[in-house]
């Protein structure tokens, strides 16, 4: 079974949440005969394909970007191509300019949308996108949400009702890498232990601002893991604020990002803007044992997380609350503890990659017209 996946980017040049679903689809659907290509645009073509163990990414150059959908003139005729090769389209959603190349590649093959996000943040022109969004997601096979949450409280899911199904996002523990000792120490030496983590792409709808409020005057430290179009704005607020406990780190290879995992209090998601739609950094956290801190938000985020059980929910927009569960667990190891374990149960019962991977396998099956 070839299955290809259609995204405005991808690794090696962008990573992100929604980079790693792709790649823990690719991963977790091998087991189950799928062979996986990525179609995405990049700022390089050097190489044109890009062979990873996940998957051979094949890369469009990009031309331009509008509101946060990527442009490309060569995605269409290499879409075209790549269709010749698949027997299933995955598309991740929302991805304006994919929407196009389907209906203009005049797709045969069986087709799926893993919705991720509804269109928050560019209203104008999210109601001009609508007609051909509704369209689009009405011509598809099959459309997957990945937590029951966010299709309760999804205007634009609602109407497709049966349509849809439900498939946590899933992590394969061994995909990522080990930290040894010697990295071990390097990361303890630079930013120390019992911290508070933040792993993900700087953007606003990541609310970073409350973590920076909440940390003025802080007995502990927060190190910020990550790069992006707010870097240097939340750089800046940070020195305003005389921030000296807080670190940014920049870019980190995964094994300084489980390191640091190892080392920390607690990895904290600070968001509460439904763009921030699963938070796959709260599931890295919740593998790796440590209590999780969020706002709640009612959207998937709040399918990971448990008030007392996997870490602490606290109230949205708030930097006095943020600051109150930081306090509390760093005064309270036992309980961070406690919470931790708490979060890595959740993780191994609901979102192991064996899991997510079985589940789109049936689906990919399903469209193929071979259930089972």
């Known amino acids: ?58 890369r469009c150059r990009r031309t331009g970007e509008i509101a946060s959908c990527s442009l490309s003139v060569e995605a269409f005729p290499m879409f075209r191509r790549l269709l010749g090769w698949a027997n299933v389209v995955h598309y991740h959603f929302p991805w304006p ?20 996000s509804d269109i928050v943040r560019q209203r104008l022109l999210g109601w001009t996108y609508t007609p051909l969004m509704r369209r689009f997601l009405g011509s598809v096979d099959r459309i997957v949400c990945t937590s ?32 040894d000792d010697a990295l071990l120490e390097r990361t303890h ?21 409350i973590l920076l409020e909440a940390m003025r005057g802080a007995p502990y430290r927060a190190v910020i893991v990550g790069s992006g179009p707010l870097e240097r704005q939340l750089k800046n607020r940070s020195q305003r604020l005389g921030l000296s406990n807080v670190a940014f780190t920049g870019y980190l290879p995964d094994p300084m990002k ?7 209090r607690a990895v904290v998601l600070p968001s509460y803007l439904r763009a921030e739609a699963f938070g796959v950094s709260l599931l890295e956290g919740a593998m790796a044992g440590k209590p999780l801190i969020s706002a709640e938000v009612g959207s998937g985020t709040s399918h990971v997380y448990v008030h007392g059980e ?32 708490g979060a890595r149960c959740r993780f191994e019962r609901l979102f192991n990659g064996r899991l997510m991977g079985r589940r789109y396998g049936d689906i990919y099956s399903s469209v193929l017209g071979h259930p089972g």
């Open 1 to 58: 079974m070839r299955v290809l996946h259609v995204y405005r980017s991808y690794f090696p040049e962008t990573q992100g949440g929604l980079e790693e679903t792709i790649r823990q689809i690719c991963l977790s659907t091998a087991a189950h005969g799928v062979e996986s290509r990525v179609l995405c645009t990049s700022g390089t073509i050097e190489p044109r394909v890009v062979r990873r163990d996940e998957a051979a990414v094949y």
């Open 97 to 116: 300019l994919a929407d196009f190349m389907h209906f203009t590649g005049r797709v045969r093959v069986p087709t799926v949308v893993t919705y991720h």
């Open 148 to 179: 029951p949450n966010y299709l309760a409280s999804s205007k634009v899911l609602k109407r497709f009702g049966d349509r849809v199904d439900v498939v946590p996002i899933g992590l394969d523990e061994e995909s990522y890498p080990c930290a």
């Open 189 to 209: 030496a630079g930013y120390g232990s019992g911290f508070f983590l933040f792993v993900g792409v700087l953007r606003y709808y990541k609310c970073l601002h």
């Open 258 to 264: 489980v390191a640091l995992l190892r080392h920390c």
């Open 310 to 341: 996997t870490g602490l929910v606290v109230e949205p927009r708030s930097p006095e609350a943020f600051r109150k569960a930081m306090d509390t667990l760093h005064r309270e190891p036992e309980l961070a503890q406690t919470l931790g374990a």
